[in-house]
């Protein structure tokens, strides 16, 4: 095995085994860390050690137990539920309108779309938060799911202009040479067909709403607390092995959408 | 794409019939479509293909089916309704296409390039299926093509447009035969040009004189036009008594093309090419071998040259 | 082509002309909800920001930017440059083999590493940054193997301090180092290479001499990326440099909630953004502003 060649240049896998060492402790740098939070969560004791002691439920029933932090859990999935809806919304629009417009509007405006992910979080965040201020939207739902939005609208534009891109707008003529206005078309036609990168965008609209840290820690607060908030504050404060219950959740659900994710572009991929 | 609606010119109208359609949008306009891709839906059967212009205008579900059975028979595709477009083959999708732009009853149906994406073989087999359809219809159908062998074989009237203007609109015959300027001669067919002088209300190569059947409107600089399939290769004296245009010159190259073969002879006012069935009986010529060009004064064509 | 039809020149060229722009402003329309919202909730609150950053109650004023020469903002401008080249290093590092490997490995092997590259991605920032507080602080994982196994004796100090937030950081941009360099190199044809060792190229010198050169465009964007969103981290240098590391965006929020000093915030974030946006604007010229922002 060792001595075979692995590359076009006849370079044995012996000789790159330096090669394979470092990728493998590049993995495990990025992937164990996380994971080991899991077994962390059913510890039964307040100091961390691994492997635990014993195991228990007690941190996930302290979590469930703390009204505070089931508020904060509920207000994060209505606040990601309503992101995800009005992004994938709004974002898959605009991808239809970059994708028939031409020109150099287009492109300035594909530019201002990506703007939120270019400036640094923490100037949207005081910006917004200034904003929020005069018009009272600080501690809102609707401030917090806005506020998301934005973080949220390059990335549905992104992936739905991709999904645009491999996708042939003369089928669009042709439902509107067969007797369909514009809509129609694209409902009947287009939308059926760009199903998939919508679906991926809300998916990372949904997380990236879920994930938002720095906007939330001025933007969120009161009956909408989020939980990034609220871990933010509780793992500036003191360790309490409770995050590790929530994280072991919040790690179920990111395996959650990266797996639909992977599943969605592999079923793109098949169906082309 | 003009006439579909789908661009709309910087000026002048667009009539059917007598109405001005010039700013109708596309889905108002009764036009079926065939696309050079055929754009068939993937997200639905090809039955559901067919039904979707019948579903937009509400047409009601028993009729449907009834016209979604029908065109798939017209087409030959009867018992393929509920195929996925991805299982059909090429001339399968080039016919539902066809199939699904005439179920609405268009006014008339545009074509654009419908048989550009098929291999040779089945082009010329769609050509001859898509010219029995339209005999069948009866509909106006409007063919875009580049191909103008395909031009001449589909066609009641050919419009040979250059750069958005439009060049000559005739029947085939009169298209091919009778080009009205030197665009459309060379675009339609193979064509050798000579120039002609103008001496006395009559056309001469050098000390020949020659017949035409036409002459063009407006007389710049007369260009001789010739159909390699026209020329005759003619010995020393024989038909001297028949009123024909001659010229002379030597063989310059000879190519072999299976059905026909075809010689380049270097006359004194240029090159000309002659196609030369391949039936047996003709003399073998080498290169070098001094010929002479007949060709029937009625076959002769005079064109103006152009600048462009 | 009804050619033969009488045409009026002329006679609708408006109508034609002003139907063309309805349909252009009907489809620019549909890009508008989603600007609308950008603009509003982040895009001009900036431009007040902008504004703030020379206003103080006499008006006009620069009071605020010369502040930030301050010897406490040079030291966090410098913290915040230190540590942003670090991280990116070190992410270059990694991140290169890692992207190399993955492009050459089969279809499965492909799809799976990708897999595990998005796996932190997709995992919720603190959860990772809890993760990494648990493993390296005073009493932490790392510590107590260390110290079990005998191999030193008092408990390390790796968090709340430097050494932390750049382990912590490096964790957070290295998929975004992969997967630009992943995008490039997979575009790179083996002949490439099978032609430099037809030519006689060793084969440490058909990657140097060809490979490298050609997968340098993805390095860049990775580069650049990881850079310019180090410059503005906030949360993990928050978290686990334990107030020990300031870094620029800290000092931001500092201003904001601590002093509600908005002319030192606004003037900090300006110099933050100019800079920012210069080493995009820089950069995007080089490669091309859609390699950087299409990678994510």
């Not at chain 2, 300027?181 to 675009?187: C, G, K, Q, S, W």
Request: glycine share 8%; proline share 5%; hydrophobic share 50%.
């Amino acid at each position: 095995m060792l001595s075979r060649p692995a590359t076009e240049t006849q370079i044995t896998h012996g000789r790159r085994l330096w090669l394979y060492v470092v990728v493998a402790l590049a993995l495990v740098f990025l992937v164990v860390p996380s994971l080991l939070v899991i077994p962390l969560s059913f510890s039964s004791a307040r100091y961390l050690s691994f492997p635990p002691p014993g195991w228990s439920m007690r941190w996930y029933e302290a979590y469930l137990g703390s009204r505070e932090w089931r508020e904060a859990t509920v207000a994060s999935f209505v606040a990601a539920g309503s992101t995800t809806v009005i992004a994938t919304a709004f974002g898959t629009l605009a991808a239809y309108s970059l994708a028939t417009a031409r020109g150099g509007l287009a492109r300035l405006i594909y530019a201002a779309y990506m703007l939120p992910l270019i400036i640094p979080a923490i100037l949207i965040a005081i910006g917004t938060f200034l904003l929020y201020a005069q018009i009272g939207l600080n501690s809102t739902l609707l401030g917090v799911v806005l506020a998301h939005t934005v973080m949220a609208l390059p990335l549905v534009v992104i992936t739905v202009a991709a999904g645009l891109k491999s996708y042939d707008m003369n089928q669009e003529l042709a439902a509107r040479s067969l007797g369909a206005s514009r809509p129609i078309a694209f409902l009947t036609v287009t939308l059926p067909q760009i199903r998939i990168a919508v679906a991926s965008g809300a998916l990372l609209a949904f997380i990236t709403s879920l994930d938002e840290v720095v906007i939330s820690l001025f933007v969120a607060g009161g009956n909408w607390m989020t939980l990034t908030k609220r871990m933010f504050n509780a793992l500036r404060d003191e360790i309490d092995p409770t995050i590790a219950a929530i994280s072991s959740l919040l790690i179920a659900v990111s395996i959650l959408l990266l797996g639909a994710s992977q599943l969605l572009q592999a079923r793109q991929r098949t169906s082309r | 794409m003009v006439l579909a609606g789908f661009i709309r010119p910087d000026k002048g109208q667009v009539l059917f019939g007598d109405r001005d359609i010039t700013l109708l949008p596309p889905h108002k306009r009764d036009v079926g479509m065939v696309f050079q891709n055929y754009a068939l839906f993937p997200n639905m059967t090809v039955a559901g293909n067919l039904a979707y212009p019948l579903k937009i205008r509400r047409v009601r579900h028993g009729e449907i089916d009834q016209r979604v059975r029908r065109a798939l028979d017209m087409v030959q595709l009867s018992g393929f309704g509920d195929r996925q477009i991805d299982q059909l083959s090429g001339g399968q999708r080039q016919r539902v296409a066809v199939a699904r732009a005439i179920i609405f009853e268009p006014r008339i149906l545009l074509m654009d390039e419908p048989l550009s994406a098929l291999d040779k073989k089945l082009r010329e087999q769609m050509q001859i299926e898509v010219r029995h359809l339209h005999q069948r219809l009866g509909m106006t159908t409007v063919y875009v093509t580049h191909d103008q062998r395909e031009a001449l074989t589909m066609s009641d009237r050919i419009a040979v447009i250059d750069r958005g203007r439009l060049r000559q609109i005739g029947t085939p015959r009169d298209v091919y035969e009778r080009p009205a300027n030197r665009f459309v001669a060379d675009f339609i067919g193979e064509s050798t040009f000579l120039p002609l002088e103008q001496r006395d209300g009559a056309f001469f190569i050098g000390k020949d004189r020659i017949e035409a059947a036409t002459r063009p409107a407006e007389l710049g600089n007369p260009l001789l036009v010739l159909r390699p399939e026209k020329l005759q290769i003619i010995a020393g004296a024989d038909g001297a008594t028949l009123q024909l245009n001659r010229l002379t010159g030597t063989v310059r190259e000879i190519v072999y093309q299976g059905e026909s073969t075809l010689l380049y002879i270097a006359t004194g006012a240029g090159e000309v090419a002659v196609r030369r069935a391949n039936a047996g009986a003709d003399p073998a010529l080498d290169v070098g071998a001094p010929v002479t060009l007949a060709i029937s004064p009625a076959d002769t064509i005079v064109v103006a040259a152009e600048s462009a | 082509m009804p050619g033969a039809d009488p045409v009026v020149p002329g006679l609708n060229e408006r109508a034609l002309a002003a139907a063309g722009r309805r349909e252009r402003t009907a489809l620019a329309a549909l890009a508008l909800p989603g600007m609308a919202i950008i603009t509003v909730i982040a895009l001009l609150p900036i431009v007040w920001l902008f504004w703030m950053s020379f206003r103080n109650s006499a008006g006009f004023t620069l009071e605020h930017y010369l502040r930030l020469l301050h010897p406490n903002y040079l030291l966090t401008l410098k913290t915040t440059f230190e540590l942003s080249f670090l991280v990116t290093g070190i992410c270059m590092l990694l991140g290169y083999p890692l992207a190399y490997l993955t492009a050459q490995a089969g279809r499965r092997a492909a799809a799976l590493l990708i897999v595990l590259i998005l796996f932190p991605v997709w995992t919720s920032l603190l959860v990772r940054c809890y993760a990494w507080l648990v493993l390296l602080q005073r009493r932490g994982l790392i510590n107590s193997w260390l110290i079990d196994a005998g191999i030193i004796d008092a408990p390390l100090r790796l968090v709340h301090n430097f050494t932390g937030t750049a382990i912590g950081m490096v964790h957070i941009m290295l998929p975004f180092m992969v997967l630009p360099l992943y995008a490039t190199m997979r575009s790179i044809s083996p002949d490439y290479v099978r032609a430099a060792a037809n030519l006689g190229a060793s084969p440490m010198q058909a990657f140097r001499q060809v490979y490298l050169p050609l997968s340098v465009p993805g390095l860049v964007a990775g580069v650049i990326i990881v850079f310019v969103l180090c410059l503005g981290f906030y949360v993990t240098p928050a978290l686990l440099g334990g107030g020990n590391v300031m870094m620029w965006s800290m000092q931001i929020e500092r201003n904001v909630t601590y002093h509600s000093d908005w002319g030192a915030a606004s003037a900090l974030g300006v110099v933050l953004l100019v800079v920012a946006l210069g080493i995009l604007w820089m950069f995007g010229r080089i490669v091309g502003f859609d390699r950087i922002v299409g990678a994510k």
